[in-house]
């Protein structure tokens, strides 16, 4: 490896390679031209002595080496995010931008309203809103604020419990009048389900709550929650949706509520040393607020 540091931009770059597939991918993604992007590949490369990508029909491979530097790329690149939304922050004004993370139905169907009466409040509040069922890494400062629906269990955390987030079988009333409720768990088999495409271990644990669920076949499966609940909305079978969000919905109808019955904790989460920022603070403290009236 040279003995001279390589730029922390030229990181960014390759990430963005890494990402995107190809020089031109990344060139638009970065906003850059593509043969600045292969010259800080070609830069990074004989800064660190070994090829980073090799080239085929599908575009840039990445070679196990630039595999193993993956992680470390993307936490520069956490790490500098943070640093600006940090700056942006700075005072003891309710101001900047703060990254939240949340589950797609959370953050879809939940969170909007309660980040809109936030900005009423703090016009200089900016918000990143980052939808995944993935798990953040907050001491990685890949997000400011986190909702979970597991217990956290890293240290250096602030930790609020809201409480549980009831999910029940729901089917839209136009499906329910062409085909009928079923009366128990094996008469599921019989309806139009919609589900997942691909198991988890959370998935599977799920599953093996609701003796006869485990082995029920989907008509429509996909790994998107927001996907499932237009699905149910749109009438096209019966699925799993959280039972506050159908409420507000009279058109949509629980089923076999004694026989399928989940529900999962809920969590606010966020960096023990962002406990005094005036702008998490104000989102941790909102978040906690409105979650709690959507649990309840």
């Not at 790329?73 to 700075?90: D, H, K, Y």
Request: charged fraction near 20%; aromatic fraction near 6%.
């Amino acid at each position: 490896m040279s003995s001279s540091e390589p730029a922390w931009d030229l990181y960014r770059t390759f990430l963005a390679v890494l990402e995107e597939g190809s020089l031109s991918g990344a060139a638009r993604a970065l906003a850059l031209t593509q043969p600045t992007i292969a010259r800080h590949i070609d830069a990074l490369e004989q800064a660190v002595g070994f090829a980073l990508f090799t080239r085929s029909q599908r575009g840039l491979e990445a070679t196990e080496a630039a595999l193993a530097l993956k992680p470390y790329a993307e936490a520069l690149a956490a790490t500098a995010a943070a640093l600006v939304r940090e700056a942006s922050g700075q005072g003891e004004a309710v101001r900047g931008t703060v990254r939240v993370s949340a589950s797609q139905i959370i953050g879809a169907e939940v969170l909007p309203p309660i980040l809109a009466a936030l900005r009423e409040r703090y016009p200089q509040l900016e918000i990143e809103l980052v939808l995944s069922n993935e798990i953040e890494n907050l001491l990685r400062r890949d997000a400011d604020v986190a909702v979970r629906m597991v217990q956290p269990m890293q240290e250096a955390l602030v930790v609020q419990r809201i409480g549980t987030v009831a999910l029940g079988l729901h089917a839209h009333r136009r499906y329910l009048d062409r085909h009928g409720a079923p009366q128990d768990i094996a008469a599921l088999g019989a309806h139009s389900l919609i589900g997942y495409d691909r198991e988890t271990p959370a998935i599977r644990a799920m599953r093996s709550r609701i003796p006869g669920f485990a082995d029920v076949h989907f008509a429509l499966r996909s790994d998107s929650d927001i996907a499932q609940l237009a699905a149910i909305r749109a009438g096209f079978g019966i699925g799993i949706c959280q039972v506050a969000i159908a409420k507000r919905d009279p058109d949509l109808m629980q089923v076999l509520p004694g026989a399928f019955d989940l529900k999962l904790d809920t969590w606010i989460v966020m960096h023990e040393n962002l406990r005094t920022t005036p702008r998490c603070r104000a989102v941790f403290d909102a978040l906690v607020q409105g979650l709690k009236a959507h649990v309840d």
